[in-house]
């Protein structure tokens, strides 16, 4: 009798995702392996989520545990493990941010924002950055720059508006008294790993201050860890009156926070999520972040990210000639190409490296903050390998490409 096929994504999925064909069943610390055994250096970690690695054995046994006692508790009763984590956000914040609302995803996260600062200020517009990502609800997008992302979903939300990034002057010419926020990412992900330049936080700061703007940092990718600090803001010395959490905040398990000053009142009724907060998410959220205070994964990014850097500007001469600019903050690594980044993202993933795009020509390395130097090492070797040969060599090694243990 034969044995029945798992079934595929492609035979039920209402596909919204560009699919790469490897189908990934299981990780360790920095290292996957998809259903025919191949094992492949992640320098994708679901998007900046896994910083503490895959199937980190602190996350998973908190979630087992949990699971056995409690799983959902609604916003209106009280919750241990709720009160908990919410502490612990607050004691790890930029200072003045002393109350939290937890929701389920960066999206939301970015959208309770949108939606306390116009209740708070009593203001409609809001002055995000060109080339911003915040995210695909409606809210969201209508403050993300993309055209492509945007424009089948027009018409959107009305009273948004964008600047230049690092400009200063020109965010001083859009924010007015009839502004209720300016949303920015200290480092623009998506937008290619562009970091804030030295004093355009402290400008904006002061902007908003003069204006009654409420400033809004998303940290969805760049917060716990990711950039070398905590949260990457913490690099410039500003603290803003909301700052937006997600990805990396429960080791894997789909959680968002919103961080609010005093500027932002409580507003009971006015919003409200059915799942966000879980005890489950909650407690795998403790566990992660201990673990990342234990294992000091912001000074490891930190070190990791300026070694990798060094490495690549090693890179030989033909690699580094189709190489425009490599920006780094922490292990969070864009390399812009003077060509397109797709194909080169199929050859590392030949090599057994995997990595993803930040627009058309950057290709972004966010490999979970338990990663070897070993293993970035190979990174390199990959990156230097497939910019030197190009896109014409397609080497396929027939067993799949070897990677490093998983272990530490």
């Known amino acids: ?106 999206a939301e996260a970015v959208e309770a924002a949108l939606k306390f600062a116009r209740a708070a200020t009593g203001r409609a517009m809001v002055v995000s950055a060109m080339r911003s990502f915040h995210g695909r609800t409606m809210g969201a997008l209508s403050a993300t720059f993309k055209e492509a992302y945007r424009r089948p979903f027009a018409p959107l939300v009305p009273g948004f508006s964008f600047v230049p990034f690092n400009n200063v002057a020109k965010v001083r010419d859009a924010v007015s008294e009839d502004t209720a926020a300016v949303l920015l990412e200290p480092v623009q992900g998506e937008g290619g790993v562009r970091p804030a330049d030295e004093g355009y936080l402290k400008a904006v700061r002061r902007i908003c201050d003069e204006t009654g703007a409420l400033l809004v940092f998303d940290e969805v990718q760049t917060g716990f860890c990711r950039t070398g600090r905590m949260f990457a803001c913490e690099r410039h010395g500003v603290a803003p009156d909301m700052l937006c959490l997600a990805k990396a905040i429960a080791g894997g398990v789909p ?41 000091g994964l912001a000074e490891r990014a930190e070190t990791l990210g300026a070694w990798l850097r060094e490495r690549l500007a090693e890179m030989p001469g033909p690699g580094r000639a189709r190489v425009r600019a490599v920006r780094q903050a922490g292990l969070m690594i864009g390399v812009e190409l003077r060509e397109r980044c797709r194909p080169y993202l199929t050859l590392l993933a030949e090599r057994g490296v995997l990595a993803l795009s930040a627009g058309p020509t950057v290709i972004r390395l966010l490999p979970p903050l338990v990663v070897t130097k070993e293993q970035l090492a190979q990174v390199a070797r990959a990156l230097a390998e497939v910019l030197t040969a190009g896109v014409s060599a397609r080497p396929r090694p027939p067993h799949g490409p070897h990677v490093e243990s998983a272990h530490r």
């Not at 992640?42 to 690695?53: E, L, Y």
């Not at 507003?267 to 566990?287: F, V």
Request: aromatic content about 4%; hydrophobic content about 45%; glycine content about 12%.
């Open 255 to 295: 959680l968002g926070a919103v961080l609010a000053g005093d500027r932002v009142p409580s507003m009971p009724g006015r919003h409200g999520t059915t799942s966000a907060g879980s005890p489950l998410a909650c407690a795998a959220a403790l566990a992660a972040i201990r673990f990342m205070e234990q294992e």
């Open 1 to 106: 009798m034969s044995r029945r096929a798992a079934p595929t994504e492609e035979r039920y999925a209402l596909q919204v995702y560009p699919a790469r064909g490897i189908t990934l069943v299981r990780g360790e610390g920095a290292i996957v392996e998809d259903d025919q055994g191949r094992r492949y250096i992640d320098c994708v970690a679901g998007i900046g989520v896994a910083n503490v690695g895959h199937a980190n054995p602190a996350v998973a046994a908190a979630v087992a545990e949990q699971a056995g006692r409690l799983t959902v508790c609604p916003g209106i009763f009280g919750n241990d493990q709720r009160a908990a984590l919410m502490e612990k956000l607050v004691s790890i914040a930029p200072p003045g941010l002393e109350r939290a609302f937890l929701c389920n995803s960066g």
